[in-house]
């Protein structure tokens, strides 16, 4: 079966770098996703990173994927108190031919103090 | 209008009313998503339309109903909901099954 888990609840101080962790079950999977969902907004595509890749940089984004332990991250330098959102990990699940869909986790809130 | 569009944005209702939420993407996607957001619960995936054809229906109770008239419209019919279906409903778009999905801003569902 598919699962997905994040921690609830992380907090950290303006400026200082946020690491919010994801495992997942599937060893199949070919895209992982963070997705980050600001209050009262649908969710909106931060990033993503392709299976066979272990680190990916975008600015302030670093997404590191270890397969061995399906252990995913993403890593945000400087935080900002625009980064306060629910980050939510995804993976891609294939269950047959084409047909694919993403599994998400419970979301991790990141609270970003001044 | 860019991106995807959901209407109402909140809607409370009584256990014995009939609403619709609406859906509406101009992207120029062929794969739209229904999924349920309720609090510390992963997303729920609901309903897959391709080609406006239904491709999945993920054990939803027969009292919400989709409906997918053309790629760019999607609707989602509630009758007889119960406070438990009280939720975050997110409309999603992709090109095909296979690229990155694009969410809407959601419905905020609230069953008395």
């Known amino acids: 079966g598919e699962d997905v888990e994040q921690s609830l609840f992380l907090s950290v101080r303006e400026g200082d770098s946020s690491v919010i962790n994801c495992t997942y079950t599937?060893?199949?999977?070919?895209?992982l996703y963070w997705y980050k969902q600001e209050p009262g907004a649908g969710l909106q595509l931060l990033t993503y990173?392709?299976?066979?890749?272990d680190m990916k940089q975008d600015q302030r984004l670093t997404v590191l994927l270890n397969k061995k332990d399906k252990h995913l991250s993403l890593r945000i330098a400087d935080t900002q108190t625009g980064d306060s959102a629910i980050y939510f990990c995804?993976?891609?699940?294939?269950?047959?031919?084409?047909?694919?869909?993403?599994?998400f986790g419970t979301g991790t809130l990141l609270a970003v103090q001044p | 209008e860019t991106g995807v569009t959901q209407t109402p944005r909140h809607l409370v209702m009584g256990m014995t009313n009939k609403k619709s939420l609406k859906c509406e993407q101009h992207?120029?996607?062929?794969?739209m998503y229904w999924y349920k957001q309720s609090a510390k619960k992963p997303l729920e995936l609901m309903f897959v339309?391709?080609?406006?054809?239904?491709?999945e229906n993920n054990s939803v109770p027969s009292r919400f109903s989709p409906e997918c008239p053309n790629s760019s419209h999607l609707f989602l019919h509630l009758h007889t909901l119960q406070p438990e279906d009280s939720a975050l409903y997110l409309c999603?778009?992709?090109?095909?099954?296979?690229?990155?999905?694009?969410f809407g801003p959601g419905t905020r569902l609230t069953v008395l």
């Open positions: 999603a778009s992709s090109q095909d099954r296979v690229y990155e999905q694009f």
């Open positions: 599937d060893s199949s999977s070919t895209y």
């Open positions: 990173i392709f299976s066979n890749m």
């Open positions: 995804a993976e891609k699940w294939n269950y047959g031919g084409a047909t694919n869909k993403l599994i």
């Open positions: 992207l120029g996607h062929n794969a």
């Open positions: 339309y391709n080609f406006k054809e239904q491709t």
